[in-house]
């Protein structure tokens, strides 16, 4: 049987996501027992107590179907937001959401345009589609071009992607350049600006990208549960926009997409959100020490508004990677990313994690 026949050329063409080492696998392979990952900006806090019990009391009706409208987690969320309910729409992940918004609106022979390199998932997602994506690179600070991909832009141009800050440069993009874009694209083009680490950044012209929907309802804004909130594994995003967008895209979601461990997760995480501000100071402090430290070591560190740090060696990244795996630090070299072979992402971690680290490195490169 020709099973790649069965499949579109999109499909055969992509390549997978690659995501970062388990723990446990680098445990198994190198038999070490004391392993710490650095490799998939994760938050290295684990969830708060509260919301854990509320993972456990959640757990209790695990025999039933999730609130498939996420009535509760949808109330609170546009409360603390300051939106309508209207104009959320949670999936499992963010992931998810800009799946969705992909599949939803880009017809076939329609174009996405998106940084590179930027997260990987949105040239995943636009090949697995209808293989239409138009990659504009970054400038040579490693931020996006913003008007490179508004003039990248055409006529059969249905969504362009940002990144903001931008994984895995950690490189933001200023309001007055985002209100540029958008005044640049037409209204049809949808503006999909993914904030996974907006609670990091700490830039006073970092955009407040909610504020400038009501004058460009074309634009779509992508958060996550994931990073400060500690919610990886359990996976919750949401997309806000336009209720009109909204309601569109409510239509494509598979009825059950977060489940109810996750709602209540994360609505717990919003009852607590005066963590945010102090998980976001310590993420700073420790990000700042991380740098110093590396550019000591001959690092070259680009400034970063998110919970990692892209960092430039003078040999390849791969090695290097490598020989701090041997010592029980996984991180990750971007060149599977499309970045030069120098470059590596360094998540930022636990303080002792953080030390570990930078004593590993001290030890292989002096
Ligand atoms: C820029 C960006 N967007 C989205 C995600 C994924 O978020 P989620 O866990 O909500 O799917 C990540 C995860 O690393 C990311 O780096």
Redesign the pocket.
Known sequence: MDFPSLFRPGILSTRPYSPGRPIEEVQRELGLRDVIKLA??ENPEGPLPEVLEAIRAAAETGNRYPDASCWELTRALAAHLGVATEAILLGN????VLDLLIRAAVSPGENVVYAHPS?I?YRIATDVHFETGRAVPLTADDRHDLPAMARAADARTKLVIV?NPN?PTGTYNTEAELRALLAALPPRTLVAV?E??CDYAVAADYPRSLELQARHPNLVVLR?F?KIHSL?GL?V?YAVGHPDLIAQLQKTREPFNVNSLAQAAALACLRRHDVVAQRAKRNREQLEWLAARCEALGLRVTPSQANFLLVRCPGAAAELAQALLRRGVIVRPMAGWGLDEHALRISVGLPQENRRCIQALEEILT
């Open positions: 998939s900006n992940g963010s992931n998810e997260f998932v990144c994984n993914d996974a680490y996550t994931s990886a996976r995003g």
